[in-house]
């Protein structure tokens, strides 16, 4: 029978807390299986903890999939936790509802525009707010941006649905909701609050002054390793509940999130949870997005076209575990001292979360939308490197392998698809192409700082390992890297 009430689930498995006794408190932008496993699964606790009237409308924004699963099970689900260690399962309540956006805005803005929403939280990938990082504003070019401008009332993209609750709450004087951006941006809040009051600008001068002046935009740092579910999810949900369960979820043990503390109109006690506030977001967020994540861009060009698979495939592949080890260590010295934090700990903590048996994270989904992902987590720590005496080598093997992804090359692996949203651009730039020309394409496309656009040293380097990588197998050039 399909999960539709806490009474059908064991009793250790029910969240500590009633929670039709509680209102909504929050929007959630982006109903993926790593809101469920992270912000969801955080507001959970600290309603269990502390209560408040914080639980969560989940809005899908493009496919109506995720809120078609979960709004027949009243919100419900089975939020599985692997670790070598074993298995825990909880059936979260923290979400109310679920809607999707796509075609009917209407249900979300009413939602976000009232009262009682205090908090509008979002995890919708980088590609999908139309950011540009350089200017610290919106892209008017960003497709979901220029059909949000052309017609702001009815909007489908993130900006353009943040503005219009936003100028519905000013109009009705009500106070604002504070923005939570939760996507593996740097300095995120910032980015993303740049890029709403110059969208509003571009609409009601008025309304974006309002908006500059009044709205909170907290930076945050979110981490919980969250593969998609699978048919294997489901049934393990259904043996643990012995329900159905569409929505269920599998993740890791670790979870943390770091937040400023800047929340005017309040927030649930996810202190309870374990959540950590903080004035420096950015130094969290920067050693987050260049270690963690940075290693997994490399691992997931290397590992895919090296034939394997899986994250953790990578890990019981000596000479790329090392390359590994090597690039979190030369990440780690491109960051300064965060009080508190033992960084070589850290990356230790890392690998062995990479080498979970009980998560089958793919190499290839990680491999999604580089040019959105490279910028933050390889391109950043090259400046760092230089000031810093660190070596640029295990950056620029990262690079060279993204660039052998995005040159579609298969002298050693199956054709398989470009997931990049310049990947038309992307192509142009590398299919089919020697190293050299793809190095000179690469180093001035947009997304590419300008300071390392003019590092030769850096891009003859890569030029070096791309063309090693276009003609011989992938395990080979793995093999001589880390010899
Ligand atoms: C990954 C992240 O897919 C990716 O790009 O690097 O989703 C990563 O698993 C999370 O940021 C972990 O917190």
């Given amino acids: 029978m399909r999960l539709t009430t806490l009474e059908q689930v064991p009793a250790a498995l029910r969240p500590g807390y009633d929670p039709a006794a509680h209102g909504v408190g929050i929007v959630h932008l982006g109903l993926g299986a790593f809101h469920k496993a992270h912000q969801a699964a955080l507001t959970d606790l600290a309603m269990s903890a502390e209560g408040g009237d914080w639980r969560i409308l989940g809005v899908s924004l493009r496919s109506p999939k995720a809120s078609e699963d979960l709004a027949p099970q009243n919100g419900l689900y089975t ?40 908090i509008v939280s979002l995890t919708v990938t980088e590609k999908a707010y139309g950011l540009n990082r350089a200017t610290v504003g919106c892209d008017p070019e960003h497709p979901a941006v220029a059909a949000d401008l052309a017609n702001p009332q009815a909007p489908q993209g993130v900006l353009g649905l943040l503005t219009e609750a936003l100028r519905r709450r000013h109009t009705a004087g009500i106070a604002p909701f504070t923005v939570l951006c939760c996507d593996n941006l740097p300095e995120n809040g910032t980015l993303l609050r740049g890029a709403v009051v110059d969208f509003a600008c571009r609409i009601d001068p008025a309304l974006s002054d309002w908006i500059a002046e009044t709205v909170a935009f907290p930076s945050t740092m979110v981490d919980r390793i969250t593969p998609a579910a699978t048919a294997a999810t489901l049934a393990e949900a259904q043996a643990l509940t012995g329900t159905e369960d569409h929505a269920a979820i599998e993740t890791e043990r670790f979870v943390q999130w770091v937040i400023e503390d800047n929340f005017p109109q309040g927030r649930p006690a996810w202190e309870a949870a374990g959540v950590i506030f903080t004035e420096d977001v950015p130094a969290f967020e920067a050693m987050k997005l260049r270690m963690l994540n940075g290693a997994h861009s490399m691992l997931a060009y290397a590992g895919f076209h090296a034939g394997l698979p899986l994250v ?19 990440a780690a010295a491109t960051l300064p001292p965060i009080p508190g934090i033992d960084l070589d700990a850290y990356a230790a903590a890392l690998a062995a979360r990479f080498e979970n048996p009980g998560i089958a994270h793919e190499t290839f989904q990680i491999a999604m939308d580089g040019s959105e992902k490279m910028p933050q987590r390889i391109f950043a720590a090259v400046d760092d490197a230089r000031t810093r005496s660190v070596d640029i080598r295990p950056f620029a093997f990262a690079t060279a392998a993204w ?32 190293a050299d020309d793809i190095v000179s394409a690469l180093r001035g496309a947009p997304f590419v700082p300008a300071s390392l656009c003019s590092d030769m040293d850096f891009w003859t380097i890569v030029e070096g390992i791309l063309a090693e990588m276009l003609f011989d197998p992938m395990t080979d050039v793995i093999a001589r890297e880390a010899s």
């Fill in 403 to 434: 660039a052998r992804h995005v040159s579609m090359a298969t002298h050693d692996c199956a054709p398989y698809e470009l997931r990049d949203p310049r990947a038309d651009a992307l192509r142009q730039m590398a299919e089919g192409k020697e």
């Fill in 312 to 330: 953790r495939d990578v890990m019981s592949h000596a000479p790329l575990a090392n390359l590994v080890r090597r690039h979190l260590a030369a």
């Fill in 79 to 118: 939020l599985i936790e692997k670790g070598a260690e074993g298995t825990n399962a909880r059936v979260i309540g923290a979400i109310a509802d679920a809607i999707c956006s796509a075609g009917n805005p209407e249900p979300t803005l009413q939602a976000m525009a009232a009262e009682g929403t205090r």
